[in-house]
């Protein structure tokens, strides 16, 4: 029984500093180091009547300890474009790029210890990690890693003319809160050097709309087979950079009446939080100050009577290609928001469409009602493979929680 639990004590040391250098260049030197101890580790032995793997575990104390060194230079570089006698009177690009260079060990070698062999009837030898089954995880990564990176950072912004403006008659906009461009260089890789090209973004359009992208570029080809080969894909002639294998939007929304900041928002306490993740509403940075950064990030705990009434919509959409098969497009529509239909009732919801599949996407009712000292909440699925209910009364006291009544049926009751 003992063998079956993991055990461990983890233990890191961030180490970093900024220096500048000729005062336009930021110098960021960093190493990390991470210490594991455990009470067993993993064995695999192959058995040769049965042809397959044993994996044993040993009862005795091993430490796994790995470390590495980075250092980044970053630089900002400005580009002001102005205008007369326009709407928009000025243009403001900032770019941050930066380099970098990253050093990893190859802590598969036999020196450290942390992995071993096997061989199988034919004489193929395999490595695995002694670690593979621990607490905080297989241990590092097999492989040296000379790593050069590199980044540019993008931020758009303007002034224009603002007639409510009385002394300088402009405002200012942005255009591209943020557009990334990043990516890696193995020098110590045998092959496939270079990784793939990450490109994120985000910008907010007409005040209210977020939109959020992301895109992925691969530099190496595929053969007829739709396997990756070791041949870039650049050709200067047309800028290819790479084959675009995936890159999705995200668009969303709010709606909402006006807050009334006289009174707190209330603890709805132990609310089951079964959201699944991405279809939570993203924290509001014009948030009350006085209410918990838990309360914004985990929405659906807390039934705040301050808002009568809010909406939030989000599109998504996802494109995948990352062989030659060509892959359909998914994309949703998903709302969430809650309502105050009286001062002690709540109720908070979600929901969606999911344009593709043509059916609805996972739906939930929470019920909430204020019974001063104590309160009532009710999650509500009601279809789909989490078809759920559950009912709960309890006190609001932390120190009360265990005093509660509840009534639930889950989704395996309905099997």
Not at 223 to 247: H, M, Q, S, V, W
Not at 270 to 298: C, D, E, H, M, V
Request: hydrophobic fraction near 35%; aromatic fraction near 14%; charge should be positive.
């Amino acid at each position: 029984m003992f063998k079956a639990i993991k055990n461990g004590l983890h233990q890191n040391i961030p180490i970093s500093e900024s220096i500048n250098i000729f005062k336009y260049f930021i110098l960021t030197p960093s190493a990390n180091f991470n210490s594991n101890s455990y009470y067993q580790t993993t064995r695999e032995n192959y058995i040769l009547k049965s042809k397959h793997d044993s994996v044993e575990t040993d009862s005795h104390s091993a430490m796994e300890n790995d470390f590495s060194f980075s250092a980044n230079l970053s630089t900002k570089l400005y580009g002001n474009y102005q205008f007369r006698k326009a709407y928009v009177k000025q243009i403001r690009h900032l770019v941050t790029p930066t380099i970098g260079f990253t050093y990893i060990p190859d802590f598969s070698k036999a020196y450290w210890g942390y992995y071993g062999n096997v061989k199988d009837s034919n004489g193929v030898n395999h490595t695995y990690s002694k670690f593979q089954n621990s607490l905080y995880g297989p241990g590092p990564a097999p492989g040296l890693a000379n790593l050069i990176t590199w980044s540019i950072n993008n931020t758009l912004e303007a002034k224009v003319y603002d007639a409510k403006d009385t002394v300088h008659h402009e405002r200012k906009i942005s255009i591209i809160d943020m557009f990334t461009i990043s990516s890696s260089y193995n020098a110590a890789a045998d092959s496939f050097r270079m990784n793939v090209i990450s490109m994120t973004g985000r910008t907010k359009l007409f005040k209210h709309l977020d939109v959020n992208y992301n895109g992925t570029l691969d530099p190496y080809k595929l053969n007829a087979e739709g396997n990756r080969i070791n041949e870039l894909e650049f050709d200067n002639k047309y800028l290819d950079f790479g084959r675009l294998t995936n890159y999705s939007v995200a668009l969303s929304s709010s709606l909402g009446s006006k807050a009334n900041s006289t009174s707190p928002a209330t603890n709805s306490g132990n609310i089951p939080n079964q959201i699944p993740q991405g279809q939570i509403p993203p924290a509001n940075p014009k948030a009350n100050p006085n209410t918990s950064a838990l309360q914004n990030t985990n929405p659906f705990d807390y039934a705040n009577f301050n808002i009568p009434w809010k909406l939030t919509f989000n599109y998504n959409f996802v494109f995948s290609k990352p062989g030659l098969a060509a892959v359909k497009p998914t994309q949703s529509i998903t709302f969430n928001g809650d309502v105050g239909v009286t001062k002690k009732w709540k109720i908070t919801y979600t929901s969606g469409f999911d344009l593709t599949a043509k059916q609805l996407t996972f739906t939930q009712f929470n019920i909430y009602r204020d019974l001063h000292c104590w309160e009532m909440k009710i999650t509500w699925v009601p279809f789909g493979p989490r078809e759920s209910y559950m009912l709960t009364i309890n006190v609001k006291s932390a120190v009360l929680q265990d005093l509660k009544l509840s009534r639930k049926r889950d989704w395996y009751d309905y099997q």
